[in-house]
């Protein structure tokens, strides 16, 4: 199975300030139809998981644009340019390429 | 609107069986590949199935592999998970969500609890 790994798995951020999480995956997550599918999803503290970022970094409709999302092959970021107080709870990268789709551990982000 | 609703979780005992509904409305159903996935408690989350629009295409995690079955009924616009030979290790929320990978719509899951 591909293992997505995050870091840091805990972040405390002060209010207005930028925020970036790391996302690694142990193998390649170009499909065959060229794409990367590498998502990233916020769950807040008793909700489902909510998708932010499809196939590295297209946002979603609704998403504030200070959720951006970059990387290639292996090696991806989500940023939040000036974290908002709503923006507390678990972030998750996803790779859909490659069954079973796999999740990272989570980054935990608490704003200060 | 967009929206997916879970029902069928609860409590049961090791060894025992589930299924679990999920309804879907807002969107034409049946062109759609769905999901199952689930999360333990205080943990993260972990894909167990898909299903394609027209049910042709299915696959499992391996830790459910030979347990559990997913199926879908489009005249009802909704997907199933049976579960059975249910262990400890299976007490988790179960969301359904749309797509194998796109993930973009989820319920807000059902908990199953198995526990003697």
């Known amino acids: 199975d591909v293992v997505m790994t995050q870091s840091p798995l805990s972040l405390s951020v002060t209010l207005g300030q930028p925020a970036s999480i790391s996302c690694r995956s142990s193998q390649s997550l170009v499909y065959s139809d060229g794409d990367i599918y590498l998502n990233w999803f916020q769950q807040r503290p008793g909700q489902s998981p909510r998708r932010l970022i499809f196939?590295?970094?297209n946002r979603d409709s609704g998403v504030p644009d200070r959720f951006s999302g970059s990387g290639s092959g292996t090696d991806f970021t989500l940023k939040i340019s000036r974290v908002a107080a709503e923006d507390a709870g678990i972030y998750y990268c996803?790779?859909?390429?490659?069954?079973?789709?796999?999740f990272g551990p989570g980054t935990k982000v608490d704003i200060k | 609107q967009v929206q997916l609703v879970e029902s069928g979780g609860g409590l049961v005992k090791p060894g025992g069986s589930l299924r679990l509904s999920c309804a879907a409305s807002g969107f034409a159903f049946s062109d759609y590949y769905m999901s199952w996935i689930r999360q333990a408690p205080g943990k993260g989350l972990e894909s167990i199935s898909y299903?394609?629009?027209?049910?042709?295409?299915?696959n499992y995690a391996d830790s459910v592999k030979g347990r559990f079955t997913i199926s879908r009924d489009n005249a009802k616009n909704s997907v199933y998970l049976q579960m059975n030979s249910l262990r400890a290790e299976d007490t988790a929320v179960y969301y359904c969500?749309?797509?194998?990978?796109?993930?973009?719509?989820w319920g807000t899951g059902t908990t199953v609890s198995v526990s003697s």
């Open positions: 196939k590295v970094s």
């Open positions: 969500s749309r797509g194998p990978r796109r993930l973009d719509v």
């Open positions: 996803m790779q859909g390429t490659h069954w079973p789709f796999t």
């Open positions: 299903i394609s629009g027209k049910s042709t295409d299915t």
